[in-house]
């Protein structure tokens, strides 16, 4: 279950966003998505010195040291990296697994799937952006792939939590990207996953991602109830918002 926590920042608490089922695992992995009063990323001058504020605060509380960071600029791809040697930043990427004690990552949101992957056995975690089209291209299973092929991760200890992304309601799409999608669902009854309306098909791509990591045999999985645009006043999102460059962040660390 996903629920808001606060940092205190003087006089003012700021929200952040949580998953319960990361809870007993504290002690060897931290996370977190920003929301609204806690944001850390932006392209609008007016509120950078929010943002290297908020940016501070979030780095001390979860004790991320900036040369254990590792950063990716995120082009709709279902590409994943492992990376080891910190700081980092890596081009044309949408997806991270730490594997280095300590190491951290930060992957940015407006509306596409926030997604953590987490295999307690072996310490290991994967931050993944899947947009449509990281979502037709199978950027979770890629990633349960891999955990699988280089750290021997068994799917069914891989911990996955869904974070906010856009409601289905609000997600009108082309029917070619319906069909896109349902390529990557094995279940011939698509019902659950689209809806359609005049002529456009309407995705959940949190329920498409949460499909997608069962058939990989991923058990424990946590979807968020709270949406970019139904749940607009705390969380940006880029449809609803005229194209707003404010983005919530996912936040991970391995602990060291």
């Not at 950027?139 to 092929?149: A, D, E, P, R």
Request: net charge positive; hydrophobic share 35%.
């Amino acid at each position: 279950m996903f629920y808001f926590d606060s940092i205190k920042c003087g006089n003012k608490d700021k929200k952040i966003l949580k998953s319960t089922i990361f809870d007993e695992f504290q002690d060897k992995f931290k996370h977190l998505f920003t929301t609204k009063e806690s944001f850390i990323k932006t392209k609008e001058e007016e509120f950078q010195n929010i943002v290297n504020s908020n940016r501070k605060l979030i780095l001390d509380y979860l004790k991320i040291d900036v040369q254990n960071i590792i950063e990716i600029k995120q082009t709709h791809t279902s590409n994943i990296v492992i990376c080891s040697k910190t700081p980092a930043i890596i081009d044309e990427t949408d997806g991270v697994i730490l594997q280095k004690a300590g190491s951290a990552t930060i992957l940015n949101f407006a509306d596409c799937t926030p997604i953590i992957l987490y295999d307690p056995k072996n310490n290991i975690a994967a931050g993944l952006h899947a947009g449509w089209r990281g979502t037709a291209g199978e950027i979770c299973k890629k990633g349960v792939s891999i955990m699988k092929k280089e750290f021997n991760s068994k799917p069914e200890n891989i911990i996955a939590a869904i974070g906010p992304c856009i409601w289905q309601e609000d997600f009108e799409t082309g029917l070619e990207v319906y069909e896109e999608l349902k390529k990557t669902l094995k279940t011939p009854d698509c019902k659950e996953f689209f809806k359609f309306k005049n002529n456009k098909a309407y995705p959940d791509l949190a329920k498409i991602n949460a499909e997608q990591l069962s058939e990989e045999g991923v058990k424990t999985i946590d979807i968020c109830k709270f949406k970019t645009t139904l749940n607009n006043e705390f969380f940006f999102s880029y449809r609803k918002e005229n194209k707003t460059t404010n983005r919530i962040s996912m936040v991970i660390k391995l602990e060291k």
